[in-house]
């Protein structure tokens, strides 16, 4: 036992979650629903995050609530890194059919009207906190954009990459690379968040451990015993010019080039997910799925668990990392990586989300994103590619330009 019991409270006009969140909570929504933390949280091993959580006892009056505590954190690109994972002690939840609680864990040896004194404290200052960490924007800012990864080394490594294609080596990797913005002072992740909240709401939003992003990605949810996952790859920009962005996404479509490092990814996803599902269902051919900088192939795969003691940690393991940040053959693609990109990718490239006491959840990539410092003077972020045989290093060049914008106009804008 862990010696908490958590109690899960029905609320209504919760505040928006990414401002409960605030700066320094933790948070992953996609619209307004999902999670949002506050205070204290355990630091768990990912191999005891099950128990952990089975052996908090929870308390609830709403069948919303019934799966009880939950855990937010990390997979790294790397599976042999660590992974992070952490149980809030305190936070909000909503469903996508608009039920919100609190959940509120307690030490197990507090005395009842203690308890209820503490969780009726807690929930009223949720309600009533003013989201107050946002400011105008700080137009006295100065950023610096400085290259981590060196435009030489990035097209080299794109070549060597395509050249083990066009051998037989591989049939695709994602080849990435690394920028750092610097700021001359602190820069503030609650107004980093409402902007990719205002800006990317069609994506998973993400706040954890001063990583923040908005994936577009879904890599799994479990719900219900079923499975769903909505793998992307292949890119192109968007102008926010309607007909141009018409035609871009008329030649991705078209494009052999996409359509091949798509179907990669696609085929992967759908074998890997066979372990756990007695069919899948998926879309004869890809969809454009647009965000506000990039328009990307994307197709939705889903299907019955076929056994219900699955958890959704088990079948993001095995996803992570899939072709679409990784590349195919899996060990064959991370080897050449590993060789010629020069840098460490840590979580990005992984994957970011939750899970709860019955093994549910949701897990999306870790892309579209930036490592902040601990003082928050400096931001890390990343972009990559998927090069196959017809790939181009400029172009693949221009494509990552195009990604990084999500992350540098929150910044700058923040």
């Known amino acids: 036992m862990t010696g908490m019991i958590a109690t899960s409270v029905a609320v209504k006009n919760l505040p928006a979650l990414h401002h409960i969140a605030g700066s320094r909570g933790m948070l992953f929504i996609h619209g307004d629903v999902g999670i949002a933390t506050v205070g204290e949280f355990t630091r768990v091993k990912s191999s005891q995050t099950n128990t952990f959580l089975q052996g908090i006892e929870h308390r609830y009056s709403d069948e919303h609530d019934k799966d009880g505590p939950v855990a937010l954190g990390f997979l790294p690109f790397l599976r042999e890194e660590q992974e992070d994972l952490f149980v809030p002690h305190i936070f909000a939840r909503r469903f996508s059919d608009g039920y919100s609680s609190i959940t509120v864990c307690t030490d197990a040896q507090m005395p009842e009207d203690a308890r209820h004194n503490y969780i009726e404290q807690v929930i009223a200052s949720m309600l009533t906190s003013p989201p107050t960490e946002i400011g105008k924007k700080d137009n006295a800012r100065h950023l610096s954009n400085l290259p981590l990864t060196p435009i030489d080394t990035y097209l080299s490594a794109v070549s060597e990459a395509r050249a083990a294609v066009r051998s037989g080596q591989i049939e695709k990797a994602v080849i990435a690379r690394d920028i750092e913005l ?5 820069l503030n992740i609650h107004s980093v968040v409402q902007f990719l909240h205002e800006q990317y709401s069609t994506c998973y939003q993400f706040s954890l451990d001063n990583m923040v992003g908005a994936s577009p990605e879904l890599l799994v ?44 990814v696609v085929e992967m996803v759908h074998d890997a997910l066979l372990q756990w599902c007695s069919y899948l269902d998926w879309e004869p051919e890809p969809s454009v799925v647009s ?51 020069h840098m460490h990718r840590g979580r990005y490239g992984g994957a970011v989300g939750w899970c709860d006491a019955q093994g549910n959840g949701t897990w999306a990539v870790t892309i579209r994103c930036a490592q902040f410092s601990q003082d928050l ?15 181009e290093p400029e172009l693949e060049l221009a494509e990552t330009e195009a990604k990084f914008k999500a992350m540098t106009n929150a910044i700058m804008n923040s």
């Open 291 to 341: 965000v506000a900088n990039v328009q990307h192939l994307g197709t939705h795969v889903t299907g019955p668990l076929s056994a219900p003691d699955t958890h959704v940690l088990d079948i993001a393991r095995e996803l992570c990392p899939t072709p679409a940040l990784g590349g195919f053959p899996r060990a064959e693609a991370i080897e050449l990586i590993n060789k010629v990109e």
């Open 377 to 391: 003077m400096s931001a890390r972020l990343f972009a990559g590619g998927g090069i196959v045989a017809d790939s």
């Open 182 to 186: 610097k700021s001359d002072t602190p």
């Open 221 to 264: 949810q479990l719900e219900n015993g079923i499975v769903h996952s909505n793998p992307l790859a292949g890119t192109t920009p968007r102008t926010g010019d309607p007909a141009t962005d018409a035609r871009n996404a008329a030649d991705l479509l078209a494009s052999k080039k996409n359509q091949i490092e798509h179907r990669v």
